[in-house]
C-alpha cells in the first residue's frame, strides 16, 4: 500500500536554529513528491517537485532533497516568517492521485 | 488572479441539511479533485475528476456526492449531513498534461461545521 510518513509531528525552533524535516515513502513507482507550506487557514502552497533520487530543489531558506526512500526539508536559520505547517505528497504510478503524509507544524521563535 | 475558488468559505449545517460546495478553477486544468483536512489526519481524498462529465470515488467517498458537468466547476454535495461531516474542505486542479511539474493549486479551503 502506497504510505507517506512525515516526522516529526511539531517542530519548534528559535531563529537562526537550522533543522530538517522528514518525509518517508513508499510507493510502487514515484512520479513525483511535491512539498508544500501551508498557513493557518489557507489552502496548501506550491514549494518544490523533486522527481528522482539525488535531485536537490533551493528556494529561500528551504532546500528539498530526495533519495530513493525519503525526502528531507531543510531550513537554514529559519525566521518567525517560516512557521508554517509543512505537507509533504507523492504522486505515484500508476493512477492520477496524490498521497499526503500528514505534515510537521514548524514554529519559529524570535 | 487566476486560480482555484471556493464558495462558500465558512457554514454551519444542522445534522440532516444538505448543501453544495462549489469550486471553480480557470487555468483549464483537466484534473480537479476534492479532499476533507481534519487535525492529525491530514488530506483525505474524497472524489476526483480527470475531465468533464466523469468521476471516481477516493479514499473517504461515502456520504458525499460529486459533479463535473462544466470543465471549470467541479461541485461537492452533501445530501444529509453529519457531524462527523465536519471539517475544512479543500479543492484543487492541476494539468497532467505538463507532467504536473507544480503540483496541485489548491482553493482556499471551506470551514464546514455540522450540529
Known amino acids: 500500500e502506497d504510505q507517506v510518513t512525515q516526522s516529526p509531528e511539531a517542530l519548534r525552533l528559535q531563529e537562526g536554529e537550522s533543522s530538517s524535516l522528514n518525509c518517508s515513502y513508499t510507493?510502487?513507482?514515484?512520479?513525483?513528491l511535491f512539498w508544500y507550506r501551508q498557513d493557518p487557514g489557507k489552502g496548501p502552497e506550491f514549494l518544490f517537485t523533486?522527481?528522482?533520487a539525488g535531485e536537490e530543489k533551493e528556494k529561500e531558506r528551504l532546500k528539498a532533497t530526495l533519495t530513493k526512500k525519503e525526502s528531507f526539508l531543510h531550513i537554514t536559520a529559519p525566521k518567525p516568517e517560516d512557521s508554517a505547517t509543512y505537507l509533504c505528497?507523492?504522486?505515484?504510478?500508476?493512477?492520477?492521485?496524490?498521497?499526503f503524509g500528514t505534515g510537521t507544524s514548524l514554529t519559529v521563535i524570535p | 488572479n487566476a486560480g482555484v475558488t471556493q464558495t462558500p468559505k465558512f457554514r454551519v449545517l444542522k445534522t440532516g441539511q444538505s448543501m453544495t460546495l462549489l469550486c471553480a478553477q480557470d487555468?483549464?486544468?483537466?484534473?480537479m479533485y476534492w479532499y476533507r483536512q481534519d487535525p492529525g489526519m491530514g488530506l483525505r481524498l474524497i472524489h476526483y475528476?480527470?475531465?468533464?462529465?466523469?468521476?471516481a470515488k477516493g479514499e473517504v467517498p461515502d456520504g458525499y456526492n460529486v459533479s463535473r458537468l462544466k470543465k471549470q466547476n467541479f461541485l461537492l454535495g452533501l445530501e444529509s449531513a453529519a457531524p462527523s461531516q465536519t471539517s475544512v474542505y479543500f479543492c484543487?486542479?492541476?494539468?497532467?498534461?505538463?507532467?504536473?511539474?507544480?503540483?496541485?493549486?489548491f482553493g482556499s479551503g471551506t470551514r464546514l461545521t455540522v450540529v
Open positions: 505528497a507523492v504522486h505515484a504510478f500508476p493512477g492520477n492521485q496524490f498521497y
Open positions: 510507493v510502487s513507482g514515484l512520479r513525483g
Open positions: 523533486l522527481y528522482s
Open positions: 487555468m483549464n486544468h483537466e484534473y
Open positions: 475528476s480527470v475531465g468533464e462529465g466523469t468521476t
Open positions: 484543487a486542479s492541476i494539468s497532467m498534461r505538463t507532467g504536473a511539474p507544480g503540483g496541485y493549486t
